[in-house]
């Protein structure tokens, strides 16, 4: 009963929020709150009413899980619906499309596992997580045994190899596709004693992941008579060693960074092999599978389409940008000899820390003392103000159900157009709490498509970040960097939003890795834009704008020592199409001494010796094969950035094209003639390296002119 009562309270106080604009006078300045920005603004204890407000319903108002045991229900019915699907696909008497049926199978098996999955990582209560865990346990299950369905299979392939029974669009052939590939990727095309090896080498490679991966987070641990006595008090001390848990980048002391450095990255034979193994195993996969290397598989269907144009993409880029990023050296190796007498040359130590001198430095910019001027409300209602610019779209705060949420302290949204009504809803978890994953992401809960009766499925996603929460006195406040993570994923959930696509199994964000982030880092270019910043950047307290100079400098900080930052991803991308690309290397080869070949190549600081960076960088088990995607997409990004709202980041008529002539496709169409028809022009290397090389020249203008 006290928490009823208390929630009558404040959901009274809510009430008041919602209904009323919350004004702030200082000094003669009046400033008017939106509703959104005032309740994005309140804290989260006094959202918890939000939950008691209507009849009693489950997470995401879906009615089975008013409690765990409700998992169990939707697993059996999703299992249940999967069979009359499967049989519906085999059957003579088909009614419909057989890509129809394809992803209503997908939707039915997605709708509960994306849920589940989400659910067990992040509700709080273990009942929920653990009763979610086992939904996507069966779920996954099922998933395998349908891979392997040899008579779903040949069904799915005779439609695609001679065509379906009923008429079929260009979208229609392009997912069937999609579907029959997904398929091959396990391998079910093959006789049964290679698919058998396919199935072993898949679930080596998935262990063989997860133990790199722990050893890329672990400490490093030497004798501490090994080090100068003056050194040892930097690092933490076990007994008689010296525990080593980074590369210490942020340390004024030269020598600090030399020897964390050199420690945290010694080689590890455990880890080597572990690395080696994987890379081995994955291109025996792929070979099975009949593609030519593991990269081949990893980039079918992707915007680059193959690994030898992202290989001649990124030699050209690293030719391109190596004078750029000698520019940023000498930069910073003249900081260097300026801060240390008697400093040696600039060493891959010294990157990280005179990058972060620079950007603090030139423009005496702190991310404290900015951020009283980005309140989340404030962040909010300037994203809802930039989609209803370009979209016709804002973001309204919709008071969720009793049940509705896995945690207090949620923010639903629905994204409403102005003539085409409700378009999806997000969930906001913005807020870090204890047993939280650290971890800044966009899930999908439910994909959108077309339904039978002519409305569509909307979609539900979350946008799952870690801000830090108010206090009693102060508002959520956001760091510049904050500011454009959260615009970022945002843009992932605007894809999910803004895409009609006809089918689920290619809705929003389910495309290809280097084409799913171009429009989370179109997104990065409005964050850093002042004339956008400057329409919501004001103090909490006040409403005071922040001047447009600071804004100038806030994000000209940001385009600092660019080129040598891109120059580093270029090399990365490199080693990981030399590690999973066609050319193999000779057994007695490391991955260290291909990593010292590659870096003395496409790098700017040589290899130091004894050291093996690698073998810490986890991206190599996630990213396999596609770390080139972000420079991919940051291409595709700032070529239309450039070409359609450099010159008015306001524009409807672009974002209104933007919207019907990518969003809204999803991954419906092959990603690279989608993008080559938006921007009218052939997508070629060349044409990508040029929209990077822009970019950078452009933020070196706007690093001088802030100076």
Known sequence: MLLLRRTKSVFGQWKILKNSHKSVHRAGLVHTWSPLASAFNTKPSKLLSLQFTKGLTGLFGVPELQDPEGFYLLKENAIHEADDLVEECLSNNRTRKMVEVFDELSDSLCRVADLAEFIRMAH???????????????????????????????????????????????????????????????????????????????????????????????????RKEKLPESLRQHFAIEGDNIIVTGLYADATMEITREAAYKIFLHPDPHQESLLTEMIKARHGMATLCGFPSYAHRALNGSLAETPEFVVDFLKLLAREIRPRAQEDFAEMNEMKKAQYIHSRDLALWDVPYFSSQARQNKFLISGSDLAPYFSLGAVMEGLSGLLWSLYNVTLELEEPCSGELWCSDIYKLAVKHGSEGVLGYIYCDFYERHGKAHQDCHFTIRGGKLLPDGSYQLPIVVLHLNLPPPSWSTPCLLTPGMVENLFHEMGHALHSMLARTQYQHVTGTRCSTDFAEVPSILMEFFALDPRVLGTFARHYKTGERLPHERLEKMAASKSVFAASEMQLQTFYSLLDQRLHGQERWKETTSTTQILEEVQNKYYGLPYVKNTAWQLRFGHLVGYGAKYYAYLVSRAVASWIWQKYFLQDPFSRDMGEKYRSEVLSHGGGKPPRAMVGEFLAREVTTDSMVDALMTDLDQKKVRVEAAL
């Open 124 to 222: 709080p209560q273990p009942r929920f997580s653990h009763a979610a865990e086992d939904a996507c346990i069966a779920i996954g299950g099922l998933v395998e045994q349908l891979n392997t369905h040899r008579m779903l299979y040949d069904s799915l392939c005779k439609v695609v190899q001679h065509g379906d029974k009923f008429p079929t669009t260009d979208v229609d052939d392009h997912v069937a596709k999609l579907f029959l590939f997904d398929f091959e990727q396990s391998g079910i095309h093959l006789n049964e004693d290679l698919r058998q090896q396919v199935v072993i080498l898949n679930e080596s490679i998935l262990t063989l992941g997860q133990h790199f991966m722990n050893g890329t987070l672990q400490a490093r641990a030497i």
